[in-house]
């Protein structure tokens, strides 16, 4: 019965759900500690001089007050102590504020605990990867929902956020940071009144999601503070007559151990002086509820719907925009200029769509398909028809030249089955890592970052995204771990990571580096 309604429910929007994840889904599934627990447990990782109580009852039980009074103190005990020695090594030339060091070792605290799921909830992780939802909404730090939907865009913090493009397809908001990016973390008091000063425009950016979409609420209480302003603010953009239009898209799911199977029930709460109507899912498990958003499938996969969403918001959005689209609905593509288009929206038959062929292939093609295979591309073809006429060095050909048999155990071109010329041979054969570094003045700066990073992802951990996009190169061969790279790649691979020079560089290193020898 209550598969049948949750259902019902869902299929009665033209969108999927969005999930709004809390700490009790990270304590659930790789047991993170909620943040009162977390912060017990770093006062004894600081090795600070007193209890926790002490600093508990010194703030009134307020967490972030807690939070800043354990900052302060340790800003110079890290700087100090040879306890630390290790991370000033790696994260000093990072620090911003003085409560930087703790939100470094809270970092490492919850990285040292992994993402692998506990045993005795596997059945439900299982189906946790298979959801059909649009995106996800976070104030979580770990990693563990990027790592479950690698596929999906991560957007860190609330100006990463509010300043750039989204397009609510395929994407994961952390709006309270995350580890990756530890000056991210909202942590301390002064944290969060700067948060609060800048969540109008968040709400005002979470708005047309939650007015657009189903929204279920996991690993939250009804009573969390975090929830509740957020719901504030939104509601006080709302005319009541729109709050009413919110009826059964807000799903709270509440854990309730009593329960032996989901329940479906419509109540309200109040936010502020205003009655919200929403829908609570009572769960032991939390099997029946992924059943139900695995069934609520869409027609298209997200990743080409994201992509598809991409393309046309730059297009409508920009008056000279990057993507090549063609739009038409008399569908003549003997008319068609295929060095203008990249991608084609039009009704036709698939025999009129199979004369485009190779040639309607791009560079952009290439780097896509290194991140997410395309069975469908014959290598041969691409190595004959379309390499060949791309200039520039940079794009990926080492997939395709190996696939189709045309480089030997070293990864140099074998030109006796296609007659490439001399200048494309002597362009393949001469490209190596240092064709990838961010520019020839880098070459004395590769030994510096080799002697500072010993692994890629020390390197990733303390530099933000783009500066690790420019540095990755730099590394030598031996310290780049190829899935540790694809996962960055795809973590940072969005609309706007695709016009970054570097982020093309690096997906051609990867394929470099995977592909060139065997």
Not at 55 to 70: G, H, T
Not at 433 to 454: I, L, V
Request: charged letters at 25%; a negative charge; hydrophobic letters at 35%.
């Amino acid at each position: 019965m209550f598969k049948e309604e949750f259902l019902g429910r869902l299929k009665s929007f033209s969108t999927a759900p969005y999930l709004f994840v809390g700490s009790g889904l990270s304590k659930r599934y790789i047991d993170i500690q909620k943040w009162d627990d977390l912060l017990e447990s770093m006062t004894a990782e600081m090795k600070m001089p007193r209890d926790f109580n002490f600093y508990l009852s010194k703030a009134n039980s307020d967490l972030p007050k807690v939070a800043s009074l354990l900052g302060e103190e340790f800003h110079q005990m890290w700087w100090d102590s040879d306890d630390f020695k290790e991370s000033r090594n790696v994260f000093s030339h990072n620090t911003i504020t003085k409560y930087s060091p703790l939100k470094y070792e809270i970092s490492k605290y919850i990285e040292r605990k992994g993402v692998e799921c506990i045993d005795s909830y596997k059945e439900e992780f299982e189906l946790l990867q298979k959801v059909n939802i649009d995106g996800i909404i976070t104030t979580n730090w770990d990693t563990f929902l990027q790592n479950t939907f690698n596929q999906f865009s991560v957007f860190i913090g609330q100006d990463n956020l509010i300043f750039n493009n989204t397009i609510s397809i395929g994407e994961i908001y952390k709006i309270h940071g995350c580890i990756k990016q530890p000056n991210t973390l909202i942590v301390t008091e002064e944290d969060y009144h700067q948060y609060n000063q800048r969540n109008p425009y968040l709400a005002a950016k979470l708005l047309t999601i939650f007015m657009e979409h189903p929204i279920l609420f996991l690993g939250y209480s009804l009573s969390d503070s975090n929830i509740i302003e957020i719901l504030k603010l939104i509601m006080f953009c709302l005319t009541k007559e729109n709050i009413y239009k919110l009826r059964d898209r807000l799903i709270f799911c509440d854990y309730d151990p009593s329960v032996t199977h989901c329940s479906m029930s419509n109540t309200s709460m109040m936010i502020g002086d205003v009655n919200i109507p929403i829908t609570i899912i009572k769960y032991k498990s939390l099997v029946e509820i992924y059943e139900v958003l695995v069934e609520n499938a869409r027609r298209l996969p997200i990743k080409i719907l994201k992509h598809m969403k991409e393309m046309v918001y730059d297009f409508v959005k920009n008056t000279d925009s990057t993507s090549k689209i063609y739009i038409d609905d008399t569908f003549d593509l003997e008319k068609l200029d295929l060095k203008k288009v990249e991608f084609f929206f039009g009704i036709g038959t698939r025999e009129k769509l199979g004369k485009v062929g190779v040639k309607g292939l791009k560079q952009q093609d290439l780097l896509d398909d290194i991140i997410v295979p395309n069975t469908n591309f014959d290598s041969l073809v691409i190595c004959r028809d379309l390499l060949p006429e791309i200039n520039g060095v940079f794009f990926p050909c080492f997939k395709y030249l190996r696939d189709a048999d045309l480089l030997d155990h070293d990864g140099n071109l074998v030109h006796d089955v296609i007659p490439f010329t001399d200048k494309f041979i002597k362009k393949i054969n001469s490209i190596n890592q240092e064709s990838f570094y961010p520019g020839s003045s880098y070459d004395r700066h590769a030994y510096d970052f080799n002697t500072k990073y010993h692994t890629l992802e020390e390197l990733i951990l303390n530099e933000n995204n783009v500066q690790a996009m420019i540095h990755i190169p730099l590394l030598d061969e031996e310290k780049i771990d190829l899935n540790v790279l694809l996962k960055f790649i795809s973590d940072n691979y969005d609309s706007n990571s695709k016009k970054n020079p570097y982020m093309k560089k690096l997906i051609c290193l990867y394929d470099y580096l995977k592909f060139k020898k065997l």
